[in-house]
């Protein structure tokens, strides 16, 4: 196959691309669907056979295989560094085993269709038996058991009966590894405001149509060695018995501040909100540098002082040199996101964030874009006049001519040029400690898809930074089965085990308030790594060689995906300037749109009753507010269990 | 990504347009390149059929309604945007279909040789449930066949596929195709009626 793939100058019938875009993180992504949707042709690669880089999500077999990886030689040339890679990586060693074979047996059984399906029930069957009588037999009655204890929870979550019926044929408990690929694992799980920047460029662009979210059920602050609701509306507020009715009456003081700050609720227009949110700013700022002097000046309690920071502004980072402005805003999307889809704030997509770079592969592949995964670039060859590039060699060995080049900093590294006519970028490093964990049941005193904050100093006083953990419970792992996802990032001070071992043992362990909590969590696998994200912060390469070079797009610690969207914008303005960045697509239905005349006696008034809704269609998309259409995203707000 | 509620249930964004229909399915289209997949679509939904045309761009799917046992069912089908060529169609697209049709062209021995793999595709990501059908398209131009119908039947037997010999062009075997997959999978439906809710998908 490799020899093959080399000098193949004919491998794409299109030798001449616009912009050739390399590696499928979310701002490249977002780029590319940009720029097809502005007409532009598109060649977009990846080196891995998986959408999104540090963006993807995995199922356990594929993340248990790059992540060990990442701990061999395997990736010591530096061609192979692109995302995603990890480091320090640390996996539970007993089921890993396991579940690796297990992959590989999945792997094998399912290149051999071809047989029967008979016979491959029998061999799913048999597979059920021999995996049972090594390693994996303590675990399958452990689960047993967990099943019994949890048929009240399922039935006080009115589940569907129906589901009950298609695990029929499957009577035997599956083990964690044949449940390993209906797990949507992220490696930087991320969490949308309502009202936040990716939510609304899902609905103004039509991407959303790829795309499922459910609204996240709890948001938490940790303190006192405990998981403290964090109200929501003013209602919880006061039913809240964390908070003194002192504490409540400043709170509510801090949040009416901030809508009279953006004038939230009042009659003005947006452009006279923004500027009276200017102005007020700037007053406040003779007063207070940092965001946190402001929140200094309002004495809070210690209690209500990291409720707000940690809890109600989600910048994790860097708390000390937050800007007021920043701050603000941050708080302010909080409570303007609150009730939008659900009583938090927040959403967290159904089936991992690797869906979201994907959604815009696939619109940019709609308007044309062409895709290749697996493969990469391998040099780049400018202009010798304009020190422009000209076209680049793609690991076919073809070469393809192009007008831009957009790729991120990792994968820069793993291309050469002729005269070093690449410029280092400057960039910014952060690295992050990970822990993923599957756990046999929820955090106590959580509910199914929450997220907490834990504030610095609060495991033993030790922890420098925020930790966050994202807990799923009935997405991304597989339905009904006792399988809870938990996901802790931190930046990091050291390896990610060292940063995270005693917060895991801390949180799985819980605090009970009373005997009828359930039992603590016991971990059914588990895997602590590091990667690290490369910030640019300045577009301007494109001036010089019309090389484009963006950050990594991994979120780390930030909610939401304001920074990856504003990057994705200025790169596509500097190639289209003046153009509208992911116009919306019109609706399919409208474009092609036929009603089968032969349907029998029904035809007339199916037609009739077509044109009707084709007008009121029209009507309703002319009344159409921005609220309406979001009620008809998709979105999972509620109840499903 | 469910698409495919019945009418009672609240709409989805992509099915708000028409409410006169019991259900609506998501089909989905895969196979090599050129084998004919734009084109079966376009037939099924616009009874037209577009020589070397390049495909459309901008459209995602296309849609038609048909009526199966007296129940109005609105078919959604989606096309892989050219995706399929390096093998790098994103998940969400095989993300609640209720039906795959895996296409080949019965001229190109190479695009039958592809259909395991297809297959695999297929049954790795999308639903356990999902209908599968086998066309074997360009059927009109029996002159330059390399892959006889005895063989392809087997084939489809052994995977325990639907399967259809089609062609686009004089659409022979189109609306059969769409009929009777989706009345197979109403079958399926009467005997099962979570197939379509969300959890399936898994």
Redesign the interface.
Known sequence: MEEERKNNSNWLENDKFDCVILGTGLIESLVAGALARAGKSVLHFDKKVV?GGFESSFNLGQLTTILQESNTNVLLDKKDLVPPYFENVVINKAVQTASLKEEENQIKQ??T?????ENKEEDKKEKVETTTTTAATTMTTENINNNDENVNDNNNNNE?E??Q??DVPLAKEKTLEELG??FSIDISPTLLYGRGALVKLLISSSA?????FKSLDQNYLFANGKVHEIPSTKGSIFKDSTFSLKEKRLIMKFMESIRDLKKEGSDLDDSKKEEHFKQSIAELGKQYKNFIDYIKSYKFTELVESFILYGLSLIHEDLDSIPLETGIESVSLYTSSLLVYGVSPFLVPY?GV??IP??F??LC????G??????SVDSIQFNQETGKVESIICSEGQTIKTNHFITSPKYLNTISSQNNLIQPQKTIRKTYSRFIGIIDSKIIGTQNESFITIPPKSINGKNKNVINILQLSSICV???KNKVLVHFTTLAESTAENDLKECVEQILKGKKDSEKDSASPSLLWSTYFNYSVDFVETINQEKDNNIVVCSDSPNGQTVDFEYHISQAKKIFETICPGQIFLEK?????D??????PE??E?TTD?KE??TE??VE?EQEQKIETEEENEK???I?TEK?E | MCNCGSSGEKPTFNDRKSTSYEHLFKYIMVGDSAVGKSNLLLQFVDKRFAPNSDFTIGVEFGSRSININDKQIKLQIWDTAGQEKFRSITRAYYRGAVCAMIVYDITRRDSFESLNSWLTDCRKFSSCDVTTVLIGNKADLEANRQVSTSEAKEFAEKNGLMFFETSAKTALNVDEAFEKSTEQILKKLESNPGLLSNEGNN
């Open positions: 959408y399912e290149e269709i071809s047989t029967t399906t569907p129906v589901l019926v298609i690929r209906l959303s149509r790829y795309l499922e089936y690797g869906d994907q959604a592969c696939r592949a709609v308007f044309g062409s895709y290749v995964l697996g493969r597989p339905y009904n697509v019109p609706d399919a239905d474009i092609i749109h036929f009603e089968e349907t029998t029904t199916n009753t077509e809704q084709k269609t008809e995203q998709k999972e499903k």
